[in-house]
T-cell receptor, first 116, second 118 residues
Framework: DGGITQSPKYLFRKEGQNVTLSCEQN?????MYWYRQDPGQGLRLIYY???????QKGDIAEGYSVSREKKESFPLTVTSAQKNPTAFYLC???????????????FGQGTRLTVV | AQSVAQPEDQVNVAEGNPLTVKCTYS??????LFWYVQYPNRGLQFLLK??????LVKGSYGFEAEFNKSQTSFHLKKPSALVSDSALYFC????????????????FGSGTQLTVLP
């Protein structure tokens, strides 16, 4: 089945630790995104990547880092610099081409990160 | 900067009654508009989108939405609600003519929790 796979589903982090969230897609999408979801605040864009080996900061990039070494993979690292990392993290992708701006994004099932 | 407002945090409706979830948007150019649904602890599922043409857009599971340019609105509707429609609904916008990188990305509203009562 084609889709976006996020792992793990639940993740616990101790304060001061870095953790990496995995996002893999087999949809052949060029564009990939990371969003953070907090109750009552909707989704906020952390980072996005339009093509392999290129990525851009979103609205709340501080304390996060990403890489895009392969088309299929866009891992997100939550660093110790992120002061309030407890949230639900969603990865998404969308199709390439001239019409990509009119296309919908496809989402993974999310990773719930909790700082303990 | 583009933005989306969903003025109601919570909407309750009886099963079988029509439902409306409201969305208004702000972009500098013309919008692409989207509705997504989210079930607990799950990702977002695409429902429908407005790109161009007919202002009434039909989507998945019997949902539809009406684009109103003068009111900058894109309300989600369904003629007869089901208990299984209970979920969190998100409206999103993308600026069709956005020139900067961030403006070409989806901007989401804060979400509306729909509860359909049996």
């Amino acid at each position: 089945d084609g889709g976006i796979t996020q792992s793990p589903k639940y993740l616990f982090r101790k304060e001061g630790q870095n953790v990496t969230l995995s996002c893999e897609q087999n949809l052949n999408h060029d564009a990939m995104y990371w969003y953070r979801q907090d109750p009552g605040q909707g989704l906020r864009l952390i980072y996005y990547s339009q093509i392999v080996n290129d990525f851009q900061k979103g609205d709340i990039a501080e304390g996060y880092s990403v890489s895009r070494e392969k088309k299929e993979s866009f891992p997100l690292t939550v660093t110790s610099a992120q002061k309030n990392p407890t949230a639900f993290y969603l990865c998404a992708s969308s199709i390439p081409g001239a019409t990509q701006w009119s296309t919908e994004a496809f989402f993974g099932q999310g990773t719930r990160l909790t700082v303990v | 900067a583009q933005s989306v407002a969903q003025p109601e945090d919570q909407v309750n409706v009886a099963e079988g009654n029509p439902l409306t979830v409201k969305c208004t948007y702000s972009v500098s150019g013309n919008p692409y508009l989207f509705w997504y649904v989210q079930y607990p602890n799950r990702g977002l599922q695409f429902l429908l989108k407005y790109i161009t043409g007919d202002n009434l857009v039909k989507g998945s599971y019997g949902f539809e939405a009406e684009f109103n340019k003068s009111q900058t609105s894109f309300h989600l509707k369904k003629p007869s609600a089901l208990v299984s429609d209970s979920a969190l609904y998100f409206c999103a916008v993308r600026d069709r003519e956005g020139s900067s990188g961030s403006a070409r990305q989806l901007t989401f509203g804060s979400g509306t929790q729909l509860t359909v009562l049996p």
